[in-house]
Antibody
Framework: QLQMQESGPGLVKPSETLSLTCTVS??????????WAWIRQTPGKRPEWIGA???????YYTPSLRSRVTISVDTSKSKFSLKLTSMTAADTAVYYC?????????????WGQGTLVTVSS | SYELTQPPSVSVAPGETARIACGGD??????VHWFQQKPGQVPVLVIS???DRPSGIPERLSGSNSGNTATLTITRVEAGDEADYYC??????????FGGGTKLTVL
C-alpha cells in the first residue's frame, strides 16, 4: 500500500527558503505511471497545487509560484523534494505531497498526511 | 488563469439531496474531479472525470458536467457527509485548479 510522508521544518523565517521532502514507500517512484506533486492548503482555504515532477526529472509548476519553486526527485532514495524561496507569511500552510497517475491531467488520487509550515520570525 | 466558482455553503436535512455546483467558463469541455475534506483530514477524491466513483465511494455520490456548470449530487444525505467539497480541473495554462470549496452542513 502506498505511503507518502512529508518531512521538513515546521517553522521558517520570512525571506528564507523552505525545503520539504516526501518519502514514498509501497510503490515505485520510478514508475512511468505516476507524477509526484506538492499541494498546499491554508486552513479554511482551497488547496493550491504547487507543481509536480516525473521520475525522469521533468517538472511542471503552477504559474503563480514558478519563479520561486523547485521540485526535484531522487529515485535512488525514493524521495522527491520541494524548495520554495523568499517565504512570507502568505506561504504559511499545510503542505501535502501527492500522487497523480499519468497523464498529469488526472486528479491527485493519493495525498500524504501533510505537514504544517509556519512562516514567522 | 482559469477559475472555478463554488457556493460557500450548502445546507440540507438528513435524507434529502444535496447539490453542489462548480462554475467555470465552458467547464463542460473539461474533466471535473471532486474532493471531500472532513475537518482535520486529508482531501479524498470522491468523483473523477465528471461522474466516475473511485473504489469505496458510495453510489449516493454522483457527478455531472455540462455547459458552464458541474454538479456534485449527494442523495440520502447523512451526517457523515458533512464536509468541505472542492471541485478541480486541469487547465492547459493554469495546470491543476481547485474551486473555492463548499461547506456542506447537514441540518
Amino acid at each position: 500500500q502506498l505511503q507518502m510522508q512529508e518531512s521538513g521544518p515546521g517553522l521558517v523565517k520570512p525571506s528564507e527558503t523552505l525545503s520539504l521532502t516526501c518519502t514514498v514507500s509501497g510503490d515505485s517512484i520510478s514508475s512511468s505511471n505516476y507524477y509526484w506533486a506538492w499541494i498546499r492548503q491554508t486552513p479554511g482555504k482551497r488547496p493550491e497545487w504547487i507543481g509536480a515532477i516525473y521520475y525522469t526529472g521533468s517538472t511542471y509548476y503552477t504559474p503563480s509560484l514558478r519563479s520561486r519553486v523547485t521540485i526535484s526527485v531522487d529515485t535512488s532514495k525514493s524521495k522527491f523534494s520541494l524548495k520554495l524561496t523568499s517565504m512570507t507569511a502568505a506561504d504559511t500552510a499545510v503542505y501535502y505531497c501527492a500522487r497523480h497517475r499519468t497523464p498529469l491531467s488526472q486528479p491527485p488520487d493519493y495525498w500524504g498526511q501533510g505537514t504544517l509550515v509556519t512562516v514567522s520570525s | 488563469s482559469y477559475e472555478l466558482t463554488q457556493p460557500p455553503s450548502v445546507s440540507v436535512a438528513p435524507g434529502e439531496t444535496a447539490r453542489i455546483a462548480c462554475g467555470g467558463d465552458n467547464i463542460g469541455s473539461k474533466s471535473v474531479h471532486w474532493f471531500q475534506q472532513k475537518p482535520g483530514q486529508v482531501p479524498v477524491l470522491v468523483i473523477s472525470y465528471d461522474s466516475d466513483r473511485p473504489s469505496g465511494i458510495p453510489e449516493r455520490l454522483s457527478g455531472s458536467n455540462s455547459g458552464n456548470t458541474a454538479t456534485l449530487t449527494i442523495t440520502r444525505v447523512e451526517a457523515g457527509d458533512e464536509a468541505d467539497y472542492y471541485c478541480q480541473v486541469w487547465d492547459s495554462s493554469s495546470a491543476v485548479v481547485f474551486g473555492g470549496g463548499t461547506k456542506l452542513t447537514v441540518l
